[in-house]
């Protein structure tokens, strides 16, 4: 049975050729399958009942084994799907404004890059999701929501990067017209910075929004809180995101969690600026939320240090924002997505 959810349009337009249909299905078939998020190939009503018997046989149409939600008092709602082999991913639906949502998704169950401060690092690495595992979360929350469309950000637990045929593939359903068409402009990859696939990735999937998990501008620092920067230094990551090929009048993202006492003093906030002006670029900075798995070595810089920090680099003319902490009393702010269940 083939995972019909996992397949791009080409791939399911060759298969059903090769089942002997005409090629003109498979954009039907994407249509039901993205636009009206069917459940079962039944609910296919253009097509005959012996089609859509055949198609039973050939395809599945993957499912969550199980789904919960808890809506935030801002009304952030946090996902809990339950993958066939009892594990667990986390996603998030956050309000924008204008009536506009935002979408963030999970590609791995835990993740491999140990940062210290994420929950998601701290569980350690469980495995990579199948591309329908991760268009599935964007296709169950559209329906569960009754939206047409949403921005979509690669942000949730593990990192995109390190499970990239899968993450690529998915997000080329998501920006399939005959998908989910959603604009490439709308979608995020957040990632720490593996700068061979950077370097893939400008030519598979350019004209996507970047962000880039930076986090301290020091090199020695960034390695004492991200392992990963000893693979993959800032400097080389950053060397390959110079001719990155971003969508028109749009900014490199630098994400940069604030902890107290250790990225959050004036030396950190000059080495910031020193890398930021090399590009087009705004920072946000995210407040650390708390968790039980951090111990008790990172806490949150106070707010109006943080403030004093951004106006530092404002006044030097970059672009900063101040992410306000989303969902945080359903534990589902950025790297809080560790499941407890297991
Ligand atoms: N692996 C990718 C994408 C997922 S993490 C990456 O690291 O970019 C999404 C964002 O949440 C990252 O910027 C991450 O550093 C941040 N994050 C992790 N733990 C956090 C915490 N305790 N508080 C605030 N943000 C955190
Ligand atoms: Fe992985 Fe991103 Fe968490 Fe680092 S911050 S451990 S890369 S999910």
Do not use: W
């Amino acid at each position: 049975m083939i995972d019909i959810l996992s397949l791009d349009y080409e791939e399911l337009r060759d298969k059903l050729v090769e089942l002997g249909y005409e090629r003109y299905r498979a954009e039907q078939i994407f249509n039901f399958l993205y636009k009206h998020r069917i459940e079962d190939f039944s609910e296919i009503t253009v097509l005959k009942k012996g089609v859509r018997e055949q198609l039973k046989k050939e395809f599945f149409i993957y499912k969550f084994k199980s789904a919960r939600s808890v809506e935030a008092e801002d009304g952030t709602k946090k996902y809990l799907f339950e993958l066939d082999d009892g594990l667990f991913v986390e996603s998030v639906l956050i309000p924008m404004e204008r009536d506009r949502f935002t979408i963030c998704v999970s590609t791995q169950v835990g993740c491999r890059m140990g940062c210290k401060f994420c929950a998601t690092g701290r569980m350690g690495f469980k495995r990579d999701l199948a591309v329908s595992e991760i268009v599935n979360q964007v296709r169950y929350i559209l329906k569960d929501n009754n939206l047409k469309t949403a921005n979509v950000v690669y942000m949730g637990m593990g990192e995109p990067l390190d499970n990239y045929e899968n993450s690529i593939k998915s997000i080329r359903i998501l920006i399939d017209d005959r998908a989910f068409a959603i604009s490439k402009r709308r979608i995020t990859l957040s990632t720490c910075g593996i700068t061979p696939m950077i370097e893939r990735l400008k030519k598979d999937l350019p004209y996507i929004n970047l962000a880039i998990s930076l986090h301290s501008a020091i090199s020695d620092k960034r390695t004492l809180i991200m392992p990963v920067n000893e693979k993959y230094p800032i400097d080389e990551v950053l060397k390959s995101l110079k001719d990155f090929p971003l969508p028109r009048r749009k900014r490199i993202t630098f994400e940069y969690v604030m902890i107290k006492g250790i990225n959050d003093s004036k030396a950190d906030a000059k080495a910031l600026l020193r890398v930021m002006s090399n590009f087009k670029s705004k920072l946000n900075i995210i407040p650390l939320n708390k968790h039980d798995l951090l111990g008790t070595k990172f806490e949150p810089t106070p707010m109006d240090k943080i403030e004093k920090f951004a106006d530092y680099l404002r006044n030097k003319g970059m672009f900063v924002t101040i992410r306000k902490s989303k969902g945080s009393n359903i534990n589902a702010a950025c790297g809080m997505l560790a499941t407890k269940v297991s």
